[in-house]
């Protein structure tokens, strides 16, 4: 399944108002941690189809990093019914992550 790209524009539809639980990864082009943590998401996004899989770009959507309180990139978040529940910090491997979203 294709990674959304997530706007401030569209946050509402794609995240708060989904049917289905949703990951958000928080990155920046210029983070070198989140280059190393993409290929994991987007292979996750290929497995699990049940969850929607979405990129924030925190240079083009402070107001989002600021009403989730994003410190520190790559933040990934996990939302159900429209909330976010848990929250993974920096690189994880993809059983921490496979960990991560079982929850």
Same mark, same amino acid.
Request: glycine residues 4%.
């Given at each position: 399944?294709?990674?959304? %790209?997530? &706007?401030?524009? %569209?946050?509402?539809?794609?995240v &708060?108002?989904?049917?289905?639980? +949703? $990951? +958000?990864?928080?990155?920046?082009?210029?983070?070198?941690?989140? &280059?190393? $943590?993409?290929? !994991?998401? @987007?292979?996750?996004?290929?497995?699990h189809? @049940?969850?929607?899989f979405? #990129?924030?770009? !925190?240079?083009?959507?402070?107001?989002? =990093? =600021?009403?989730?309180? !994003?410190a520190?990139?790559?933040?990934? $978040?996990?939302?159900?019914?429209? #909330?976010?529940?848990d929250?993974?910090?920096? !690189?994880k491997?993809?059983? @921490? $992550? @496979?960990?991560?979203?079982?929850?």
């Amino acid at each position: 399944m294709a990674i959304a %790209n997530i &706007t401030t524009e %569209n946050f509402d539809q794609q995240v &708060t108002q989904a049917q289905a639980p +949703v $990951l +958000v990864d928080f990155w920046a082009a210029w983070c070198g941690p989140c &280059t190393a $943590l993409s290929p !994991v998401v @987007e292979e996750l996004a290929r497995e699990h189809p @049940e969850i929607t899989f979405g #990129k924030i770009n !925190v240079d083009e959507a402070p107001e989002l =990093v =600021v009403r989730y309180q !994003v410190a520190a990139i790559p933040t990934l $978040l996990l939302f159900r019914d429209g #909330k976010p529940v848990d929250a993974s910090v920096g !690189v994880k491997s993809k059983q @921490e $992550l @496979e960990d991560f979203l079982a929850q």
